[in-house]
């Protein structure tokens, strides 16, 4: 049965929340949002749920895509994040089976580079154990031989063997997306571009927002028993005057570049050149996803583009590891950057390792919760507790609905895409990203089963998908974050752009002028995201 989560749905829901008292109020549509909102909902508290631009166009759709228990954190004793993080992932392969798929990795040791032939082999061990589900295949020791059996096209010069492990990998922005329509499913009012431009209160305490929401005029009050702040590095902006915590961001660099240059069979994690961090080469279809760099950022957070410098750090990195890659600036297909909300606490010192990777709960003296940190893998967690908390301030018993609940497409949904017409190849694309539901009712439309670019998987019908079922209000919407033609087409979908603006408009009903914007505006992020190419620096 298809479940519209259209345009149309995002403003019956905010009709709703001009007239509803909510039992909880959620700011930010990132993966934390998300998460909390799904778990306040399927808890069965009245819930709502704002997110100034687009699902996932945050931190939660900039990340490595990873699902991963951090292997690397296991070198600091991080142990309780490690934890929490590998049976979260197991849980995650375990309910949203087509989102989140197994990941084999090698990990190579090389004399005098980082990390060290024992330590590692104690991590994988730890690794292990800390998984209780066992959802994966065990990991092993490789000697030298083995490491260039697995990896031929690694360097084998000082190699000293390397371990072999699993982890998980998926679509972020999907996955925050699926996360936000389950939240739905479960009554949650969810809209997209709706910004919380000031907090409302009730005497001294919070009782809601103020929400200027794209296309429906002036700004209303959403009220709510509590609010939860889950803006990730815009935290401090909505916090009056709450003091002890911020959020300290560092910047993260990603490139796709053409899988055959860089020759990985699996994903790698190699050790960067230049300061000898971990870092990750996942394969992503035809392209290697190379990142990532982490660098301390004080410039504006709504505007991070990658800048030549985390793109020469990419590069040398992985021409080191994969030396007949030999990849210059010119073979990037694309390139993004993210903030990561690192959480900083009043009275520490000021360097990279006094900001905390855990997530963090805290309450201002106004009752506002604001939660920051944590990562991708670690969300529906994350959602329990800040809900455990809400629950706690409403004074109501309520345990989580979220550890077993499924999440995204069934994974039986191959064989439904072939006897609906598609054909093999295109079935198996589309079982990973969607419910069949989603597609059926764009099968009458023209071309509905035809590629939208020849070199990439995506068809017409997805387009209908994201208008009619997956909340897409923008052009930038369909092509970034629906479907991501933008970071895995040579010309980031700029050929496709008009055609793809013409079928949304067509189904949306935008007229020639907003037709005109939405080019315009996709062309400048294109722009944008390719300055870069520019410095020679890269
Ligand atoms: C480079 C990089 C790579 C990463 N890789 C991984 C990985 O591979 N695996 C993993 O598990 N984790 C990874 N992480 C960590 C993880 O991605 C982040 O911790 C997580 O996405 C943060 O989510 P968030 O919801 O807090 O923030 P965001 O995704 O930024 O969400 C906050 C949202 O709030 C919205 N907002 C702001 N102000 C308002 C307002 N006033 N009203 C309404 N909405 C508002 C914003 O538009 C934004 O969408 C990575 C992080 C980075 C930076």
Not at 2 to 15: D, G, I, P, V
Not at 383 to 402: F, I, K, M, P, Q
Not at 453 to 465: F, I, K, M, Q, R
Not at 498 to 514: F, I, T
Request: aromatic share 6%; glycine share 10%; proline share 5%.
């Amino acid at each position: 049965m298809s479940r519209e989560f259209s345009w149309r749905t995002r403003e019956a829901n905010l009709a709703r929340m001009r007239g509803e008292t909510f039992d909880v109020l959620v700011i930010g549509g990132g993966i934390v949002g998300a998460a909390v909102a799904r778990d306040a909902a399927t808890r069965g508290l009245a819930t709502a749920l704002v997110e100034r631009g687009d699902f996932a166009s945050g931190t939660s759709g900039k990340t490595s895509r990873l699902i991963h228990g951090g292997l690397r954190y296991l070198r600091d004793f991080r142990i309780p994040l490690v934890r929490q993080s590998v049976r979260e992932r197991d849980r995650l392969l375990r309910v949203a089976p087509a989102l989140v798929v197994p990941l084999r990795f090698v990990i190579p040791v090389y004399a005098g580079k980082g990390l060290r032939t024992w330590s590692l082999r104690l991590g994988l061990f730890v690794y292990e154990v800390l998984s209780r589900e066992r959802t994966l295949p065990r990991g092993r020791w490789l000697s030298p031989r083995d490491v260039v059996a697995e990896e031929p096209r690694l360097s084998p010069e000082g190699l000293r063997g390397g371990g072999l492990y699993f982890d998980a990998c998926a679509d972020d922005a999907r996955l925050v997306l699926a996360v936000v329509r389950d939240a739905a499913e479960a009554g949650a009012a969810v809209a997209n571009y709706a910004e919380a431009v000031e907090l409302i209160r009730a005497g001294e305490r919070v009782a809601g927002a103020r929400v200027r929401a794209l296309a429906v005029g002036d700004p209303f009050e959403v009220r709510a028993r509590c609010v939860v702040n889950a803006t990730g590095v815009w935290l401090d902006r909505l916090r009056g005057g709450g003091e002890g915590h911020s959020v300290r961001p560092t910047r993260g660099a990603h490139i796709l570049v053409p899988r055959d240059r860089v020759g990985n069979v699996d994903g790698v994690a190699l050790t960067a050149k230049r300061d000898r961090r971990v870092m990750f080469v996942v394969p992503w279809g035809g392209w290697s996803l190379v990142g990532t760099t982490d660098t301390d950022y004080d410039g504006e957070p709504d505007r991070v583009r990658p800048d030549p410098d985390d793109i020469a750090y990419l590069l040398e990195s992985v021409n080191e590891a994969f030396p007949d890659a030999r990849l210059t600036p010119d073979d990037i297909a694309s390139a993004y950057a993210g903030l990561r909300p690192l959480v900083r606490r009043e009275g520490r010192g000021d360097g990279a390792s006094d900001v905390s990777r855990e997530h963090e709960v805290f309450e201002d003296p106004d009752g506002l919760l604001s939660v920051a940190g944590g990562k991708l893998t670690t969300q529906r967690a994350i959602g329990e507790d800040v809900v455990d908390l809400v629950c706690e301030r409403l004074g109501l018993d309520l345990a989580s609905a979220t550890r077993d609940r499924p999440l995204g497409p069934a994974m039986t949904a191959a064989a439904e895409f072939r006897s609906i017409g598609f054909d093999d190849a295109t079935a198996d694309h589309l079982a990973s990203r969607h419910d069949p539901s989603d597609l059926r009712m764009a099968l009458e439309e023209p071309e509905s089963r035809a590629r939208i670019d020849p070199d990439l998987p995506y068809v017409w019908a997805e387009v209908h998908a994201a208008v009619h079922a997956e909340m897409a209000l923008t052009l930038e919407d369909v092509l970034v974050r629906r479907l991501p033609i933008f970071y895995e087409s040579r010309d980031q979908g700029g050929s496709v752009a008009v055609a793809v603006a013409a079928r949304v408009a067509r189904l949306v009903g935008w007229d020639a002028e907003q037709i005109q914007a939405e080019i315009r505006g996709y062309a400048t992020l294109i722009e944008e995201h390719r300055a870069f190419r520019r410095d020679p620096r890269a």
